[in-house]
């Protein structure tokens, strides 16, 4: 089955929820509010696409805080859905309701909403990076699950994924037990949907004041939006390196390679005949001392044996790229892909 997919990357401005939810909607239009273009049978946003990302504390974030279906992102979604007759998933902040005394839990979620806009599911983040724990963000208790999906009247078996969950648990856990891709490949998903506020490889905990500003200064200058529709632009994360330069229109391959690495075993277990697709909707820009990666990108894994060059120790694998974004712009990427 061919599926258009429409990634959206953006640079959410933190709080700044209404002017962030009608960028994204504009980026889409860019591309389809022509009649003759097909709509996107997918959209997807990134993690706490609208809100921004870098809370300061949990009293920081509580403003923006949204019940399941029941706030602006949701809104955004739904506007989304129903506009372009597809599906959507965005991430946002969610409040949960544990009493009627109005305690609640926080957890960084992830809403699928149907193309008639009613929430289909909702995901919460399983494993935390240190932000989400300043802003009192709870673990997920149910860990990574799997449901179908049906899309223009086919099943899928589909994984959402948050950000950190593409990572070893707590940064601790051994590189090679791939927590995440495992259960996708033990599980049988066919489609993998991760929204991300992946930081860049260039950021470091260590930023000097000098190094931010340097940094910003190249983010104060407007960036075209980038709209990426072209399949001859699919390989770029996978050409060889020949310029160190940082430039914001082009993709981090440190990051994008890195989550390719990261969806192992789908390439070293062979699944004849199961091609497994990956979206990664990465946001942008800068937020207070933090750069994120941008780079959104679309995979799939084709299931066939991989192999190691005996003579250069170059491996071999069986995906397909799709393309991928800059890493420091917004915009869309559109793709066509057969499942
Ligand atoms: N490890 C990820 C990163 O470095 C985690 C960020 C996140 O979970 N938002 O960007």
Known sequence: ?????????????????????????????????????????LIILPELAIT????????????????????????????????????????????????????????????????????????RKSFLYETDEQW???????????????????????????????NPYKFKAPFDEYEFATFCYENDVDLVLVPTAWLNSKWSEDWTDTDVKEYSKLYSEEEPVEVNVDPAQNDILMTPDTDEQFRRGSPDKKTGRYWVLRMNPLYTNPHPGKRKLVVICNRSGMEDKMMYAGTTSIMRFDGGPSHTSEATGEMFIDFNMYGSMGQGNEGVLVRDVDT
Request: glycine share 10%; net charge positive.
């Open 52 to 123: 921004g990302y870098n809370f300061q504390s949990r009293a920081h974030i509580i403003p923006y805080l949204e019940t399941i279906g029941g706030g602006r992102s949701y809104q955004l979604g739904r506007e989304l859905s129903t506009k372009y007759q597809c599906h959507t998933l965005l991430g946002y902040p969610e409040r949960y309701p544990i009493n009627e005394s109005g305690a609640f839990k926080i957890y960084n979620s992830a809403v699928l909403i149907s193309p008639t806009g009613s929430v289909i599911y909702n995901y």
């Open 1 to 41: 089955m061919r599926l258009r997919i429409a990634a959206v990357q953006l640079s959410p401005v933190i709080g700044q929820v209404e002017e962030n939810a009608r960028r994204a909607a504009r980026i889409l239009d860019k591309v389809f509010s022509s009649s003759r273009v097909k709509s996107p049978d």
């Open 136 to 166: 009192g963000c709870e673990e997920s208790p149910d860990g990574f699950q799997s449901f179908d999906l049906n899309i223009n009247g086919r099943r899928l078996k589909s994984t959402i994924g948050i950000c950190m969950d593409l």
